[in-house]
Protein backbone atom coordinates (compact mmCIF):
# COMPACT_ATOMS: atom_id res chain seq x y z
CA UNK A 1 0.00 0.00 0.00
CA UNK A 2 1.71 3.42 -1.06
CA UNK A 3 -0.77 6.20 -1.24
CA UNK A 4 -0.33 9.47 -2.74
CA UNK A 5 -0.71 12.84 -1.18
CA UNK A 6 -3.93 14.71 -2.83
CA UNK A 7 -2.79 17.72 -4.40
CA UNK A 8 -3.28 20.69 -2.15
CA UNK A 9 -5.31 23.65 -2.99
CA UNK A 10 -3.17 26.42 -4.36
CA UNK A 11 -3.79 30.10 -2.86
CA UNK A 12 -2.64 33.47 -2.73
CA UNK A 13 -0.40 35.08 -0.04
CA UNK A 14 -0.82 39.16 0.56
CA UNK A 15 2.13 40.84 2.36
CA UNK A 16 3.48 44.49 3.09
CA UNK A 17 6.79 43.98 0.86
CA UNK A 18 7.82 47.77 1.61
CA UNK A 19 6.28 51.49 2.81
CA UNK A 20 7.32 54.73 1.64
CA UNK A 21 6.38 57.94 2.55
CA UNK A 22 6.52 61.21 1.67
CA UNK A 23 8.43 63.00 4.12
CA UNK A 24 10.99 61.33 6.21
CA UNK A 25 10.84 63.02 8.79
CA UNK A 26 7.33 65.22 9.20
CA UNK A 27 6.21 68.06 10.77
CA UNK A 28 2.83 68.47 12.65
CA UNK A 29 0.44 69.73 9.76
CA UNK A 30 2.98 67.97 6.90
CA UNK A 31 0.18 65.89 4.76
CA UNK A 32 2.25 62.70 4.50
CA UNK A 33 1.24 60.22 1.99
CA UNK A 34 2.29 56.42 2.50
CA UNK A 35 2.63 54.31 -0.52
CA UNK A 36 1.72 50.69 1.29
CA UNK A 37 3.40 47.95 -1.55
CA UNK A 38 1.22 44.81 -1.35
CA UNK A 39 2.54 41.92 -2.92
CA UNK A 40 0.92 38.44 -4.16
CA UNK A 41 3.30 35.67 -2.85
CA UNK A 42 1.16 33.52 -3.27
CA UNK A 43 0.07 30.56 -6.03
CA UNK A 44 -2.98 31.84 -6.79
CA UNK A 45 -5.06 35.45 -8.11
CA UNK A 46 -6.18 37.06 -4.54
CA UNK A 47 -9.47 38.58 -4.82
CA UNK A 48 -9.77 42.72 -3.85
CA UNK A 49 -8.70 43.31 -0.10
CA UNK A 50 -8.03 46.14 1.76
CA UNK A 51 -4.69 47.51 3.36
CA UNK A 52 -4.59 49.10 6.35
CA UNK A 53 -2.23 51.77 8.93
CA UNK A 54 -2.54 52.38 12.01
CA UNK A 55 -0.56 54.91 13.56
CA UNK A 56 0.62 54.63 17.33
CA UNK A 57 1.71 57.67 19.23
CA UNK A 58 4.35 57.57 21.49
CA UNK A 59 4.60 53.59 20.75
CA UNK A 60 1.99 53.17 24.09
CA UNK A 61 0.53 50.17 22.02
CA UNK A 62 -3.00 52.43 21.15
CA UNK A 63 -3.16 52.66 18.00
CA UNK A 64 -4.89 56.42 17.38
CA UNK A 65 -5.72 56.21 14.19
CA UNK A 66 -6.77 53.74 11.47
CA UNK A 67 -6.84 54.53 7.42
CA UNK A 68 -7.53 51.62 4.68
CA UNK A 69 -6.82 51.61 0.93
CA UNK A 70 -8.53 49.29 -1.45
CA UNK A 71 -6.29 46.17 -2.89
CA UNK A 72 -7.11 45.62 -6.31
CA UNK A 73 -7.08 41.79 -7.61
CA UNK A 74 -3.52 40.67 -7.82
CA UNK A 75 -2.00 37.73 -9.99
CA UNK A 76 0.31 35.64 -8.32
CA UNK A 77 3.49 37.25 -8.00
CA UNK A 78 2.12 40.52 -9.04
CA UNK A 79 2.28 43.86 -6.48
CA UNK A 80 0.52 46.96 -6.26
CA UNK A 81 0.81 50.44 -3.54
CA UNK A 82 -2.08 51.01 -1.77
CA UNK A 83 -2.29 54.73 -0.88
CA UNK A 84 -3.33 56.44 2.42
CA UNK A 85 -2.98 60.12 4.01
CA UNK A 86 -2.45 61.01 7.06
CA UNK A 87 -1.98 64.57 8.76
CA UNK A 88 -0.18 64.27 12.49
CA UNK A 89 -1.46 66.83 14.67
CA UNK A 90 1.06 66.29 17.58
CA UNK A 91 5.41 65.91 17.91
CA UNK A 92 6.38 62.69 18.61
CA UNK A 93 7.73 59.10 18.13
CA UNK A 94 5.24 57.22 16.02
CA UNK A 95 4.95 53.23 14.91
CA UNK A 96 2.86 53.00 11.93
CA UNK A 97 1.60 49.31 11.06
CA UNK A 98 0.72 48.46 7.74
CA UNK A 99 -1.21 45.22 7.42
CA UNK A 100 -2.58 43.52 3.60
CA UNK A 101 -5.80 42.19 3.68
CA UNK A 102 -6.77 43.71 6.82
CA UNK A 103 -9.99 42.08 7.25
CA UNK A 104 -8.91 38.26 6.48
CA UNK A 105 -10.99 38.07 3.68
CA UNK A 106 -8.62 36.41 1.50
CA UNK A 107 -7.86 32.51 2.13
CA UNK A 108 -4.41 32.58 2.51
CA UNK A 109 -1.39 30.69 2.18
CA UNK A 110 0.02 32.15 5.37
CA UNK A 111 -2.02 34.63 7.47
CA UNK A 112 0.59 35.57 9.89
CA UNK A 113 3.13 37.73 6.78
CA UNK A 114 0.38 40.31 6.31
CA UNK A 115 1.52 43.07 8.65
CA UNK A 116 5.13 45.37 8.56
CA UNK A 117 5.94 47.99 11.23
CA UNK A 118 7.85 51.32 10.97
CA UNK A 119 8.91 53.72 13.75
CA UNK A 120 9.43 57.53 12.42
CA UNK A 121 9.64 60.93 14.63
CA UNK A 122 7.13 64.04 14.19
CA UNK A 123 8.61 67.39 14.90
CA UNK A 124 6.97 71.03 14.97
CA UNK A 125 9.53 72.11 12.54
CA UNK A 126 12.25 71.56 10.72
CA UNK A 127 11.17 68.23 8.98
CA UNK A 128 12.79 67.30 5.80
CA UNK A 129 11.13 65.83 2.75
CA UNK A 130 9.70 66.86 -0.39
CA UNK A 131 5.80 67.20 -0.37
CA UNK A 132 4.14 64.59 -2.57
CA UNK A 133 5.17 64.90 -6.24
CA UNK A 134 1.93 64.53 -8.76
CA UNK A 135 4.04 63.23 -11.34
CA UNK A 136 4.96 59.15 -12.21
CA UNK A 137 8.23 59.49 -10.09
CA UNK A 138 7.31 58.85 -6.85
CA UNK A 139 8.46 57.86 -4.65
CA UNK A 140 10.82 59.53 -2.90
CA UNK A 141 11.66 57.80 0.08
CA UNK A 142 11.89 53.97 0.86
CA UNK A 143 11.66 52.08 3.93
CA UNK A 144 11.83 48.61 4.50
CA UNK A 145 9.43 46.76 6.53
CA UNK A 146 10.47 45.26 10.51
CA UNK A 147 10.60 41.63 9.29
CA UNK A 148 7.71 39.92 10.99
CA UNK A 149 8.58 37.56 14.35
CA UNK A 150 8.48 33.92 13.14
CA UNK A 151 5.59 31.97 13.51
CA UNK A 152 4.39 27.72 12.42
CA UNK A 153 2.03 28.17 9.52
CA UNK A 154 0.99 24.17 9.90
CA UNK A 155 -0.37 22.65 6.81
CA UNK A 156 -1.95 19.09 5.96
CA UNK A 157 0.58 18.00 3.20
CA UNK A 158 -1.25 14.43 2.70
CA UNK A 159 -4.04 11.94 3.95
CA UNK A 160 -3.70 8.31 3.35
CA UNK A 161 -5.85 5.48 4.29
CA UNK A 162 -5.35 1.72 5.08
CA UNK A 163 -8.36 0.60 2.71
CA UNK A 164 -8.95 1.94 -0.56
CA UNK A 165 -12.49 0.74 -0.68
CA UNK A 166 -13.50 -0.17 2.85
CA UNK A 167 -16.27 -2.16 3.70
CA UNK A 168 -18.76 -2.40 6.19
CA UNK A 169 -17.27 -3.01 9.60
CA UNK A 170 -13.44 -3.16 8.28
CA UNK A 171 -11.55 -0.86 10.74
CA UNK A 172 -9.77 1.73 9.00
CA UNK A 173 -6.55 3.70 10.04
CA UNK A 174 -6.02 7.67 8.81
CA UNK A 175 -2.68 9.01 8.25
CA UNK A 176 -2.88 12.68 8.33
CA UNK A 177 0.57 14.60 6.91
CA UNK A 178 0.92 17.62 8.63
CA UNK A 179 4.29 19.92 7.59
CA UNK A 180 5.21 23.09 9.04
CA UNK A 181 6.56 25.33 6.61
CA UNK A 182 6.48 28.72 9.34
CA UNK A 183 9.66 30.60 10.40
Not at 18 to 37: L, M
Not at 66 to 84: E, K
Not at 102 to 122: H, K, L
Request: hydrophobic share 25%; aromatic share 10%.
Amino acid sequence: YNPLPPTQPKHPNLKVTGVVRSYTIPTVGDSVRFDVYVRNDGESTSPSSQTRLRFDFNNNGTFETTLYANTNSLLANDSQNAISTWTPSAAGNYTVESCADAGNYVMESSESDNCATQTFNVVTSGGSGTPPPTGPHYPPYYIPPTPPAAHANLKISGVARSHSVPKIGDSVRFDIYVKNDGQ
